[in-house]
């Protein structure tokens, strides 16, 4: 899975922030059954924000796919059966 640019995280924490804000007005406005829907809404978008979190946290951006991943090892082997110069290789008898 690719990283997107869209900070997806700022997003949902800002919504969520913004419901707590709502929750606010509704105790100002002393309406209960507001108060009741915000709750629901915010317990929602609770449960959102640590979903997406543990989701994230499981990502490893760092794997090459295995194409790759045997590109990388097939051509280690192939350095490895390579003989290794030595400084005898370069010596020059006079």
Excluded: C, N
Aim: charged fraction near 20%.
């Amino acid at each position: 899975m690719k990283a997107t640019g869209t900070p997806r995280m700022m997003l949902i924490l800002l919504g969520a922030t913004g419901v707590v804000v709502a929750a606010v007005a509704a105790l100002a406005l002393q309406s209960w059954w507001v108060l009741i829907a915000v709750l629901a809404v915010h317990a929602t978008a609770t449960t959102v924000v640590i979903l997406y979190t543990l989701r994230q946290a499981g990502v490893d951006y760092d794997k090459p796919d295995p194409v790759s991943e045997a590109r990388i090892e097939e051509e280690q082997q192939r350095t490895d059966a390579r003989p290794r110069r030595t400084a005898r290789d370069y010596e020059v008898f006079s």
